[in-house]
């Protein structure tokens, strides 16, 4: 196949609407633009997102973040703040983490994160955990039940 060869595939190509030319077209006099009214005269336009006069979509919606009442939110405690305050062998749970003073409220549930080191077995009982943590927590010789 060559350059002038080439052509579009059938079908693809439609030729342009000409409103206003001549008899036959079936567009002459309004143009297909309809009787009066703005949009039926020449150099309108509409800004983006215009609803008639109706407030806008992008006014109506809040402008600063959004909060999700469904999220469960997790009180967070770190393997590193569990170092500090726990004896070897302890048995970690809302009640202790509360009564040692690394929690004031549970929230819906604790959540231990893996920042930091530990070298204490403790017995870890919370809603959940990350990986890292459980990791951490297992090869200190603990254990850990998520509830």
């Given at each position: 196949m060559k350059l002038h060869e080439l052509s579009?595939?059938?079908?693809?190509?439609?030729?342009?609407?000409?409103?206003?030319?001549?008899?036959?077209?079936g567009q002459g006099k309004t143009a297909g633009k309809g009787q009066k009214g703005q949009k039926s005269r020449s150099g309108y336009s509409r800004r983006?997102?215009?609803?008639?006069?109706?407030m806008p979509l992008q006014r109506r919606l809040p402008k600063r973040g959004f909060n999700n009442i469904f999220a469960t939110e997790y009180a967070t405690v770190n393997v590193s703040d569990l170092e500090k305050r726990f004896e070897d062998g302890a048995v970690v749970d809302a009640e202790s983490l509360k009564a040692?003073?690394?929690?004031?409220?549970?929230?819906?549930g604790v959540k231990v994160l893996g920042k930091g080191e530990i070298t204490k077995a403790l017995t870890v009982k919370v809603t959940a955990i990350s990986e890292s943590a459980k990791a951490k927590i297992e090869a200190a010789g603990g254990t850990v039940e998520v509830l």
């Open positions: 579009p595939a059938e079908g693809s190509k439609k030729a342009v609407k000409r409103i206003g030319r001549g008899p036959g077209s983006a997102g215009f609803e008639g006069g109706q040692s003073g690394l929690l004031k409220k549970t929230l819906d």
